[in-house]
């Protein structure tokens, strides 16, 4: 099992950037397909993006396609999250999330929260006008 942490989150304002980490201190995390979240008070979680095992594989929600990316480097054992042209409708608790995969699985059969395992705590983005 991989602990996942979450990092980069913080105040951007509309139209910049920001790039969230996820990382584990266990190499089994390049075994994991990985997903990014996010979710705000009263609201359901909502599905960021994803990518594969093998790195070779994204998948994006349909409010953030073409804004944001997901990327992995395996020799950090760390996934990230590069948001670009952030929102006001930005704003959240972004949650990276785990879960072993085989090596060819795609990033799209991984859209649904109730399919990860393993959890980081959360970090906060927040979005000013």
């Known amino acids: 099992q991989a602990q996942l942490q979450e990092s980069g989150g913080g105040l951007a304002q509309a139209g910049g950037s920001l790039r969230l980490s996820c990382t584990s201190s266990?190499?089994?995390?390049?075994?994991?397909?990985v997903g990014w979240f996010r979710q705000v008070p009263g609201k359901e979680r909502e599905f960021v993006g994803s990518?594969?095992?093998?790195?070779?594989?994204?998948s994006y929600g349909d409010s953030v396609k073409g804004r944001f990316t997901v990327s992995r480097d395996k020799d950090k054992n760390t996934a990230y999250l590069q948001m670009n042209s952030l929102t006001p409708e930005d704003t959240a608790v972004y949650s990276c999330?785990?879960?072993?995969?085989?090596?060819?699985?795609?990033?799209?059969?991984?859209?649904?929260?109730?399919?990860?395992?393993?959890w980081g705590q959360g970090t906060r983005v927040t979005v000013s006008s």
């Open positions: 999330a785990g879960v072993r995969t085989i090596l060819t699985a795609t990033a799209s059969a991984y859209t649904r929260d109730s399919l990860y395992h393993y």
């Open positions: 990518i594969s095992r093998s790195g070779t594989t994204t």
């Open positions: 266990r190499r089994i995390f390049n075994d994991y397909t």
